[in-house]
């Protein structure tokens, strides 16, 4: 069998290197966020980049056990006390272009809006007005705006605001927020949700659209391994009782 080529991580008899680096020396002298900086783009990140990528991580790491994903986590667990890995794997399951993945879709409208506004020679908030309007018309939801609790998202304004401290607020960010004007001035309250934030400033620090979703899973995980301990820990086994109501034919008898 011809041999697996990878550019990630070698490892031999004694050592392992991830793109390069001694492993034990990023042991030492690195972070996590740094490895998971590392292990996507090839480099190390500044100190900015670090900050920015590790405040995303915080921010959705868990915001709830009643998200989609925890709660499909602890559900998991509730009737299978056996698979720890199960259970996590099932809230991963439950992410999605509406929950916690928009950021992915949200990064391809910022980079295809903000390279057709380069073709028509328009600025990033007019291309937004215009993307958001278009999208409307369609009948089509705009990732990255709405939440279903916060008429305010409170992590969007932190890590907008560590971007601009940091240097690295862009274009990503001017089209976020020209959406959500854009959204409010035509009678919508519609928050940048974290997918929404995350994706502008990914954007802005040179990331694919895949990673908008790929990190949310990297940092929901430290979640859902919580929510499943608490899970097993303190409650009983299928404690969880959806509350369903049939609404279907009555009873009736074969022919
Ligand atoms: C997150 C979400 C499901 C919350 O929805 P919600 O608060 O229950 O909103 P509702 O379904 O009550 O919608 C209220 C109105 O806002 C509109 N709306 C909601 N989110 C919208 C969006 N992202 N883009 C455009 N319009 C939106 C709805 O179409 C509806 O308008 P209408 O009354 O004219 O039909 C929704 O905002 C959404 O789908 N967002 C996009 C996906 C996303 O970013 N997900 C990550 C969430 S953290």
């Known amino acids: 069998m011809d041999p697996?080529?990878?550019?990630?991580v070698s490892s031999s008899d004694g050592?392992?290197?991830v793109r390069g680096y001694?492993?034990?020396?990023?042991?030492?002298?690195?972070?996590?966020?740094?490895?998971i900086f590392l292990l996507h783009r090839g480099e190390l990140p500044t100190p900015e980049e670090?900050?920015?990528?590790?405040?995303?991580?915080?921010?959705?790491?868990?915001?709830?056990?009643?998200a989609p994903s925890?709660?499909?986590?602890?559900?998991?667990?509730?009737?299978?006390?056996?698979?720890?890995?199960?259970?996590?794997?099932?809230?991963?399951?439950?992410?999605g272009d509406e929950h916690g993945g928009a950021g992915s879709?949200?990064?391809?409208?910022?980079?295809?809006?903000?390279?057709?506004?380069?073709?028509?020679?328009?600025?990033?908030?007019?291309a937004a007005r215009r993307d958001f309007d278009e999208a409307r018309a369609a009948g089509r939801r705009v990732p990255g705006l709405g939440h279903r609790l916060h008429t305010s998202d409170p992590r969007t304004p932190v890590l907008f605001g560590l971007a601009r401290q940091a240097g690295r607020a862009g274009l990503g960010i001017a089209y976020m927020e020209a959406l959500a004007e854009a959204a409010q001035t035509r009678g919508l309250t519609l928050p940048i949700n974290i997918d929404g934030a995350l994706a502008a400033v990914l954007h802005d620090l040179g990331f694919d659209a895949p990673f908008g979703r790929l990190i949310f899973l990297v940092g929901r995980v430290a979640g859902l391994t919580a929510e499943v301990a608490e899970e097993l820990s303190r409650e009983k086994a299928m404690r969880i009782k959806v509350p369903v109501q049939y609404d279907g034919v009555p009873p009736r008898d074969l022919p």
């Open 70 to 95: 925890c709660a499909t986590a602890r559900l998991a667990a509730s009737g299978n006390r056996g698979a720890l890995s199960a259970a996590v794997a099932a809230g991963l399951l439950a992410v």
């Open 105 to 126: 879709n949200c990064m391809t409208l910022i980079a295809d809006g903000l390279a057709r506004a380069g073709r028509e020679g328009i600025e990033a908030g007019a």
């Open 4 to 8: 697996w080529r990878t550019a990630i």
């Open 50 to 66: 670090r900050r920015l990528l590790d405040a995303i991580l915080v921010g959705v790491a868990d915001h709830g056990s009643g």
């Open 15 to 17: 050592e392992i290197r």
């Open 22 to 35: 001694d492993v034990t020396t990023l042991m030492q002298r690195g972070t996590f966020t740094d490895v």
